[in-house]
């Protein structure tokens, strides 16, 4: 069955940086268009960042020129490298599959303060 676990989340100080992975299993990887998607607390979940099989990707504005997705098909995962980190971007990241079918990971916490 198609499972979403992702990893690299933490705390980390106002201008630091993190790196989230998503681990894919469970379906044809490589032909996936992939997402992140965060929630803030008392917030609803929003997209973060999105990636094609062919690796194109596109960005929330806000995230923009600080956020890089990425995947590497090989090793069925994708990736999410967070620089410049402000507070708000604390919340809970998911790794997201669209589809017939939405397939949603675990999450995992990314929490910015000083």
């Known amino acids: 069955q198609v499972q979403l676990v992702e990893s690299g989340g933490g705390l980390a100080q106002p201008g630091g940086s993190l790196r989230l992975s998503c681990q894919a299993s469970?379906?044809?990887?490589?032909?996936?268009?992939m997402d992140w998607y965060r929630q803030a607390p008392g917030k609803q979940r929003e997209l973060v960042a999105g990636i094609t099989g062919g690796s194109s990707a596109d960005y929330a504005l806000s995230v923009k020129d600080r956020f890089t997705i990425s995947r590497d098909n090989a090793k069925n995962t994708m990736y999410l490298q967070m620089n410049t980190l402000k507070p708000e971007d604390t919340g809970v990241y998911y790794c997201?599959?669209?589809?017939?079918?939405?397939?949603w990971g675990q999450g995992t916490q990314v929490t910015v303060s000083s």
């Open positions: 469970g379906f044809t990887f490589s032909m996936a268009t």
């Open positions: 997201h599959r669209p589809g017939l079918i939405d397939y």
